[in-house]
């Protein structure tokens, strides 16, 4: 996540789908991944703010948007503040690295990621929100690493109790390809359930959901009111906001 993407649509559909979850009741932990912006024009669809019929999905929460999206100054403390996540945890120190040493990245992003763990501690759901999705190996030090959630992170969350959901920018893959990915957090932890849902309006963004067996049934009946609502119906321009995906 960066700052300059605040008010971008994929925020819209982030967002809703995190406020829908928190008002079932589910204490919810955020991880923002924050990186430094990079002032390129990625994270800039903001037409959906010119079109009201889309403020039918959430309208509060349009709203809020409405009124940040087009500030120099913007930030994710603002989303923070703005009451859109009531209950919410936030960690939203900047991850970094790309400037220190290779050889010290690791330990840096360990210290970074032990306070994310130390400051999400009493949330069920902790979701993090990498600039591009879950990384397809472990190290740190690599180019571009902090853009990425590392499986030990999900594993960290995942193996003292917690359910966990991160983003993932869908790539230009389909079929096998694409199912293969969108599921490899499996070959990390292979007794978690998935669920996945992907929100589809100027680009396509996934998010993938990682549960213990207890808690999947109750996260299937959450996520079935969802697409039951404004979210997942056909309501503008004949598309539905969010669509299943099969994991």
């Known amino acids: 996540m960066k700052n300059q993407y605040v008010g971008d649509v994929g925020d819209y559909g982030k967002y809703g789908l995190l406020r829908f979850l928190t008002l079932h009741g589910i204490k919810l932990g955020v991880n923002w991944y924050l990186t430094p912006d990079d002032y390129r024009t990625d994270g800039n669809h903001r037409e959906y703010l010119y079109d009201p019929r889309l403020r039918t999905y959430d309208e509060k929460l349009y709203d809020v948007l409405s009124e940040l999206a087009f500030r120099f100054d913007k930030t994710i403390q603002m989303v923070q503040n703005a009451g859109v996540m009531d209950d919410a945890d936030f960690y939203d120190e900047l991850i970094d690295l790309q400037f220190i040493p290779w050889r010290e990245r690791a330990e840096a992003r360990m210290t970074?990621?032990?306070?994310?763990?130390?400051?999400?501690?009493?949330?069920?759901?902790?979701?993090?929100?990498?600039?591009n999705g879950l990384s397809s190996t472990q190290k740190p030090s690599l180019k571009d690493a902090q853009k990425y959630i590392l499986p030990n992170e999900v594993i960290d969350y995942f193996e003292r109790g917690q359910q966990v959901l991160y983003y993932h920018h869908r790539p230009r893959k389909k079929g096998p390809a694409w199912y293969q990915e969108k599921t490899q957090i499996k070959q990390f932890l292979p007794d978690a359930r998935l669920l996945a849902l992907s929100f589809?309006?100027?680009?396509?963004?996934?998010?993938?959901?990682?549960?213990?067996?207890?808690?999947?049934?109750?996260?299937?009946?959450?996520?079935?009111?969802?697409?039951?609502?404004?979210?997942?119906?056909?309501?503008?321009?004949?598309?539905?906001?969010f669509i299943r995906e099969k994991v």
Not at 112 to 131: C, I, M, N, R, Y
Request: glycine content about 4%; some cysteine; hydrophobic content about 35%.
């Open 112 to 131: 970074w990621h032990q306070k994310a763990l130390e400051t999400l501690g009493a949330s069920e759901l902790v979701f993090a929100d990498p600039d």
């Open 200 to 241: 589809n309006r100027w680009g396509c963004r996934t998010y993938v959901f990682v549960l213990h067996e207890d808690r999947y049934r109750v996260y299937q009946e959450v996520i079935d009111e969802f697409m039951d609502s404004p979210w997942g119906k056909y309501r503008v321009d004949r598309k539905a906001a």
